[in-house]
């Protein structure tokens, strides 16, 4: 199995006081019950984590912050990078429905160079424990679609959250902005690989968005709907990724430290090593570390816009 170099290019560290969502109230969530990880995760640990699957450089993605904090969030973590050399690129957030969204992504790239794009989660779902957004079709929102155009200027990619019942929408924004990388969060998230009509509507949902060469896709978060590591689950989902979008526009992720809900990440790495156990090396190293790097800018990789 592959025994290379990994990036983890989706985790979260976090302060429990700075998030409302782990520190209030327990409401139903996308991944089921969550007290393990209403506490800190600081860097320390998730190091410490990563270095037990063989993680060397990780990006750290935005964990919901309060909207109206999301400069604070950058500055925290670009000061955690000063101390400790973690993360190696940040994904941050602003709310890309308000005029002034492209004054704090600016004010967030003057804070820290670490800051390559940014996150809003679109994903909408019948079930009202899987929704984030509240409306499926939000990306049709003209100011959304107008702070999206401006991330070309800024240099920065948007991470794309949403379920396959919205990929047909996502496919005409991503074709409405050729210049803007598009990665593709948990893989599209399928809800239920034992359902064929899930299944399909996925594969559809995926094979529309492979049209457009600025699309990328995270392999993560699939133990979401699952709570386990289902290496049936992971294997298919890696299969169709690569089929479609090929090693080169996919990368693997841990989803730290929601997936210590039901795993380690030694275990989850491994999880995923054995399902592309059969992939060329060059493949392998895609995946697992080349996309990541030049997606991200991280190391000797020439980040591409």
């Avoid at 995760?41 to 935005?62: F, T």
């Avoid at 992504?105 to 160079?113: E, G, L, V």
């Avoid at 841990?254 to 990440?265: F, K, R």
Wanted: aromatic share 10%; charged share 20%; net charge negative.
């Amino acid at each position: 199995m592959y025994a290379g170099d990994i990036v983890d290019s989706h985790h979260h560290v976090w302060r429990q006081a700075d998030m409302p969502w782990l520190s209030g109230p327990m409401v139903p969530r996308i991944f089921g019950p969550y007290e393990p990880i209403r506490r800190d995760y600081l860097i320390d640990e998730y190091v410490s984590d990563a270095s037990s699957a063989g993680i060397g450089a990780s990006v750290y993605v935005q964990p919901n912050w309060p909207i109206d904090r999301v400069v604070d969030e950058v500055r925290w973590i670009a000061g955690v990078h000063e101390r400790t050399g973690w993360p190696m690129a940040v994904v941050g957030c602003a709310d890309l429905f308000v005029e002034n969204a492209v004054e704090v992504m600016r004010t967030q790239q003057a804070i820290s160079s670490l800051v390559v794009g940014t996150r809003l989660q679109l994903h909408w779902h019948e079930r009202p424990e899987f929704r984030f957004a509240d409306a499926p079709d939000r990306m049709k929102d003209p100011v959304f679609r107008a702070n999206i155009a401006a991330l070309e200027d800024l240099g920065w990619l948007f991470e794309l959250q949403v379920f396959s019942g919205q990929m047909h929408d996502a496919a005409a924004l991503v074709a409405e902005h050729p210049g803007v990388t598009f990665v593709l969060v948990h893989a599209g998230m399928l809800t239920d690989h034992t359902d064929a009509g899930v299944v399909a509507g996925w594969r559809a949902g995926l094979r529309e968005l492979a049209a457009f060469p600025n699309v990328i896709v995270k392999l993560t978060g699939q133990g979401t709907f699952v709570h386990r590591v289902d290496p049936e689950l992971i294997r298919l989902v890696a299969d169709e990724v690569l089929e479609q979008f090929g090693s080169s526009r996919a990368m693997f992720g841990t989803n730290l430290p929601v997936e210590t809900l039901w795993t380690t990440a030694a275990e989850l790495t491994d999880a995923w090593r054995h399902a592309l156990r059969h992939r060329s090396d060059d493949e392998q190293v895609d995946v697992f570390s080349r996309t990541a790097r030049r997606v991200y800018g991280i190391g000797n990789q020439e980040r591409v816009q």
